[in-house]
């Protein structure tokens, strides 16, 4: 949830006296700033936002580590025209900031603090090795796309640079430590690195004298190599002369303002849909899709459909990733406006999203025997390595334009729900599960049909379409706020000074959209069989012979 920016007779005074509290996330495809009063997180200031792009090279998932900043810079630099535009005023001082990214992952650093190999994103799925090992050794499941399966695959592989490594980070991690000087990560993200112990918030200490045992003598002790943890309001340094230049290089913004713990897109998540207490949940859906759900207890056994990690605050949370989320439907729904376009009719793209989503709705409950994978890359949950996207049909199959879009937007739901029907099986209670992302944006479609495949009411308010630079700028409020000395839990500040006057739009399941999918899904099993197929038959056209293709 991101609240509408509106005209505020304060929002110029707040901005041009720095009492503003501001949110960076570097996404998937966009850069997001996001500045607020820190003293009301509620009231968006100003926002601005920058467009960028993985690319594949020698067969890895990477962003090229100069896109980082140049993007930084661009998002930030369109804030302050926001603000100018809105509010006559630009931004000089701020009172406090955060930096949230893409979790997972893998950034290795050399003694003189030079990047080693070329930044490993969490799409990468060739860690399957260091993942089965750490998952025997640890006793719980260390997914494909975790730091520290990205570090010991490498260890494993006895790739030229692991002897040099001194420092290892996630993207949010590394781009606070240039911003302030420090080598710190907030819990959640740091939970996407090594197992934390719930009981200190910390990296599980048996857990790593384990790896130490295991790695001794091929890297140094792992919490030599890895960010401190901090927990949120816990102050993460300064802004510094250096990083107010990275930030802004016109030079108007100052050095000085309060850092929060950086964290990931799951923990902001969390944050901008209020869902950090037990019981509670959301789904975030985007390039990728996952679900967290804060837990009570421990779950009873290891899943590797299911992966532990925990809120801003060091809870608990079970979280169900799936790396292929919404990119497919939205491929889709370029194919259609450039056909808008072709016909002499064109049409703006969210308006093409809409009409298409809506047709959705007008499908056969089960899309008529239309089967969706939206697999561009590996998927750890269907067990596969790569992907092929497919759209696969039965000669009896309704074949209508409706129907194709219901088994899209099923097909972005299909892996997701495939993970969540484990953790029923758990036993784990949801009493609120709120969903964002771009796909919610249009009114009642996808949110329907996720409580149909969840087989539970889903939550979504008006504003879902945004959240991770938001949540991010309430954090760095939080910890603003800490320091002055409030002494209120995260849950308790969210819904104190937050989400006070915030109302959800609550879908509930439809019994026909419950059954059908669950048809659906039966048909999407077997199908994988399809899938795996296609993955040794068709050669990744964006991966020819001669390196560096880009997709």
Not at 121 to 130: F, L, Q, S, V
Not at 259 to 284: F, Y
Request: net charge negative; glycine share 12%; hydrophobic share 45%.
């Amino acid at each position: 949830m991101t609240p509408t920016a509106a005209p505020d007779p304060g929002a110029r005074d707040a901005i041009a006296a720095g009492r503003t509290a501001l949110g960076i996330e570097l996404g998937s495809t966009r850069i997001k700033a996001c500045l607020v009063d820190a003293d009301d997180p509620s009231r968006v200031l100003a926002v601005g936002s920058h467009e960028w792009e993985n690319a594949y090279v020698d067969r890895r998932w990477t962003y090229a580590i100069d896109d980082v900043w140049t993007g930084l810079a661009a998002a930030y630099a369109d804030l302050v025209a926001d603000a100018q535009r809105q509010h006559g005023v630009t931004p000089s001082a701020i009172g406090s900031f955060g930096v949230s990214a893409m979790m997972h992952g893998y950034l290795a650093f050399g003694a003189d603090d030079g990047l080693l190999v070329p930044f490993r994103t969490w799409r990468n799925t060739d860690t399957g090795e260091a993942a089965r090992e750490l998952t025997d050794l640890l006793g719980v499941n260390i997914p494909l796309r975790w730091s520290i399966a990205h570090l010991h695959q490498a260890v494993l592989s006895a790739e030229p640079h692991v002897p040099d490594i001194r420092f290892v980070t996630t993207l949010a991690g590394y781009v606070h430590w240039r911003l302030t000087g420090r080598r710190v990560l907030g819990v959640g993200d740091a939970s996407g690195m090594f197992p934390i112990d719930p009981s200190t918030a910390g990296y599980d200490a048996e857990l790593v004298a384990r790896y130490d045992g295991l790695a001794a003598g091929r890297i140094p002790p792992l919490l030599d190599l890895l960010p401190e943890v901090l927990v949120a309001g816990d102050p993460a340094g300064e802004l510094t002369a250096e990083g107010a230049a990275l930030l802004d290089p016109t030079g108007a913004l100052q050095a000085g303002a309060l850092a929060c713990p950086p964290e990931g897109d799951a923990g902001t998540g969390m944050v901008a849909t209020a869902s950090v207490a037990p019981r509670t949940g959301n789904v975030s859906a985007g390039t990728s899709i996952f679900a967290m759900v804060v837990l009570e207890r421990p779950l009873g056994a290891v899943h590797e459909e299911l992966d532990v990690v925990t809120t801003p605050a060091g809870d608990p949370v079970a979280m169900v990733h799936c790396n292929n989320g919404a990119s497919e439907l939205a491929a889709f729904a370029g194919l259609f406006s450039r056909f808008a376009e072709a016909s002499g009719r064109p049409a703006e793209p969210d308006a093409v999203f809409e009409t298409l989503l809506r047709e959705a709705l007008e499908g056969d409950a089960d899309a008529g025997g239309i089967l969706a994978y939206n697999h561009l890359s590996g998927e750890p949950i269907a067990g596969l390595s790569e992907g092929r996207p497919l759209t696969v049909r039965s000669p009896g199959s309704r074949f209508t334009l409706a129907n194709v879009m219901r088994a899209q937007v099923n097909g972005v739901f299909a892996t997701l729900a495939l993970g969540m029907r484990v953790l029923a099986d758990e036993g784990v209670a949801v009493d609120r599960l709120l969903a964002h992302g771009g796909v919610f944006r249009t009114a009642g479609v996808a949110q329907r049909l996720l409580a149909g495949a969840l087989d539970a009411p889903v939550s979504v308010a008006a504003t879902a379409s945004e959240g991770g630079a938001w949540g991010i700028a309430v954090l760095a409020a939080f910890s603003r706020a800490r320091s002055g000395g409030d002494a209120s839990g995260l849950d308790a500040y969210l819904g104190d000074r937050v989400f006070r006057s915030v109302v959800f739009d609550t879908a509930e399941p439809d019994p026909a959209d419950v059954a059908g999918f669950a048809a659906y899904l039966d048909r999407y099993r077997d199908g994988l069989a399809v899938e795996r197929a296609a993955v040794t038959a068709l050669p990744d056209a964006s991966t020819p012979a001669t390196e560096g293709a880009t997709p």
